[in-house]
């Protein structure tokens, strides 16, 4: 089933479940995705299940920053709604890769490349990023890459 079917589904399943809180999370997310088709104006044909986790990625880092911040400002709250919209987003993403994992795949990069200082590590993390897909954090990628190179 695709993605964006099961998303569709298991919006139903919370509304006729009477999980409002997934429920408004998935209508979130869906916003999001109709939003990048029709940006990208593919809304005819949509888009395919690795530019969907894009999109979850990338709303689950939003949604990490604003995580942050209401700790930081002392909103537990608001940081807690927050880390539960993480926890219903991130079942569609694909399993994440360990620090060891991403590390691997780091050094078949560099020995691939050669790259032997901090010049090359634009590249190296995104010849990294490209091999892990969603499956790595960036920012995970970038300190790995950066400790590697240095």
Same mark, same amino acid.
């Given at each position: ?21 997934? /429920?408004?999370? =998935? ?6 995705? =109709? ?34 911040? !209401? ?20 079942? !569609? ?17 560099? /020995?691939?490349? &050669? ?22 954090? &960036? ?12």
């Amino acid at each position: 089933m695709a993605l964006k079917e099961q998303i569709n589904n298991d919006l139903k399943a919370a509304l006729l479940g009477g999980n409002r809180f997934v /429920a408004d999370t =998935l209508r979130n997310l869906k916003a999001a995705i =109709l939003n990048e088709e029709v940006a990208l104006n593919r809304r005819e044909e949509g888009l395919n299940d690795t530019e969907i986790e894009g999109i979850i990625a990338r709303e689950v880092k939003k949604r990490n920053e604003s995580k942050v911040l !209401y700790e930081q400002n002392n909103r537990p709250e608001l940081a807690e709604v927050e880390q539960n919209e993480i926890d219903v987003l991130v079942t !569609y993403l694909p399993q994440q890769l360990t620090e060891d994992e991403i590390q691997v795949i780091i050094n078949e990069v560099v /020995a691939q490349m &050669g790259a032997t200082d901090m010049k090359a590590m634009g590249q190296v993390i995104g010849a990294v990023k490209a091999k892990c897909g969603t499956a790595a954090d &960036g920012a995970t990628v970038a300190k790995l890459v950066k400790t590697t190179l240095q």
